[in-house]
């Protein structure tokens, strides 16, 4: 089947996609989404140690991640599968990948290999910890990017040892960032005609992603601290617990103080000398925490947001997975997407969060079945049945 295009917003664009596990797809998958002809390159089965790809096929983390994109097998170890690739990279927008920096130019597809082909394709790179650099071979995964960009001692409880974030940040970031310079890199093409080699790393991105406690440590020299769910600066913002549950207040700034004191019917705690001021507040986070939660167990998480909100304090419940589907404004979102498999049938997956007025993303094809599209690939290439045969039979493709 041909390219169906998922939006009108990138359908004029094609990516070939090299990428595995999740930080390089993060990336692939908002232009699949969004329209592109993303063509999955993968390791034909006879000549595979490990797919690349992320768990089972047909599993949840596989389905979520290569969406609306198509699949074909090229074997690029093999003289004939590069000479296919190169001829692919003259005619594509972009090439992404996330081997270990060494592997792509080992295999010949290295940047400056690829804009001999054509000029204005853009590479994107997406690694561990850089494209060089005494750290450039090591192999990156999410969580140890996560302890060495430093979020895991901002993380969990004080005295409690690292904690990981619940979900791979460095990796998505990775991958989001790695979206937004491609982006950028196509936009200034339009003018300069030339693409350009576009580079992300899980380390720098997990750095980036810490923002204000990065810039807090090189402005200021201040060392964050774990404290759990407490705000490192401005208190009470925290999780509290409430007769079914538990609820998030943010309540910085004296005015939210005052008015969240209010809300409580504990007017009085606005002006106690331990929670006066700011600086009082957080100094004495833990007091007024303990006196914080023994308000909260008073009613359930949901007359706490009415409460709350009715006098303006931001706040909201803490939920587990299935609440947060069944949330009214999540639904409302359309935070989840159905898509139609022609195995697993009709299921939901994670939709698009970006939503565009005019061009919206859609979900109109399933991560495609390994190699299933490779032959029709081929033919839109312009090789014909007897060379297409060929090269199945040479296990090329």
């Not at 409430?242 to 504990?266: E, F, T």
């Amino acid at each position: 089947m041909p390219h169906m295009p998922a939006s009108a917003a990138l359908s004029r664009f094609r990516i070939l996609d090299l990428t595995r596990v999740r930080a390089g797809p993060t990336c692939v998958k908002q232009f699949a989404d969004f329209g592109a002809d993303v063509i999955k390159i993968e390791t034909p089965p006879e000549a595979e140690r490990n797919d690349g790809m992320t768990g089972d096929r047909h599993g949840f983390d596989m389905q979520n991640l290569h969406r609306n994109k198509r699949s074909m097998t090229l074997n690029l170890k093999d003289p004939r599968g590069l000479a296919i690739f190169m001829k692919m990279v003259e005619t594509a927008d972009v090439v992404a990948e996330n081997y270990r920096p060494d592997v792509k130019d080992r295999l010949g597809i290295g940047y400056e290999s690829l804009k001999k082909v054509n000029r204005k394709i853009v590479l994107a790179s997406i690694s561990g910890f850089g494209q060089d650099g005494p750290y450039a071979t090591r192999p990156g995964f999410d969580q140890i990017a996560q302890g060495m960009g430093g979020l895991m001692m901002v993380t969990g409880k004080p005295g409690e040892g690292p904690m990981r974030a619940g979900a791979a940040v460095a990796d998505m970031t990775a991958g989001y960032l790695a979206c937004i310079g491609v982006m950028t890199a196509l936009l200034e093409r339009q003018f300069s005609g030339e693409g350009q080699w576009v580079q992300s790393s899980l380390l720098q991105s997990q750095i980036a992603l810490l923002d204000f406690q990065a810039a807090r440590y090189l402005m200021k020299g201040e060392i964050a601290g774990q404290v759990g769910n407490d705000h490192p600066v401005g208190m009470p913002t925290s999780a509290y617990t409430s007769s079914d549950g538990y609820i998030n207040i943010n309540s910085l700034g004296q005015a939210m103080w005052v008015r969240l004191c209010k809300a409580l019917g504990k007017e009085e705690l606005a002006g106690h000398p331990d929670y006066k001021g700011p600086a009082e507040r957080s100094k004495n986070r833990k007091a007024l925490n303990a006196d914080l939660n023994q308000l909260f167990k008073a009613k359930t998480s949901a007359e706490w947001t009415d409460i709350l909100l009715a006098e303006d304090v931001p706040c909201g419940p803490i939920y587990k997975m299935d609440q947060v589907f069944a949330d009214p404004q999540v639904q409302h979102l359309q935070a989840a997407a159905s898509v139609s498999h022609p195995k697993l049938g009709e299921f939901k997956i994670v939709n698009q969060a970006v939503k565009l007025s005019r061009t919206p993303a859609t979900m109109v094809r399933a991560t495609p079945e390994q190699g299933e599209h490779t032959d029709e690939i081929l033919a839109e290439m312009g090789y014909s049945s007897a060379e297409i045969s060929a090269f199945h039979a040479a296990k090329v493709v």
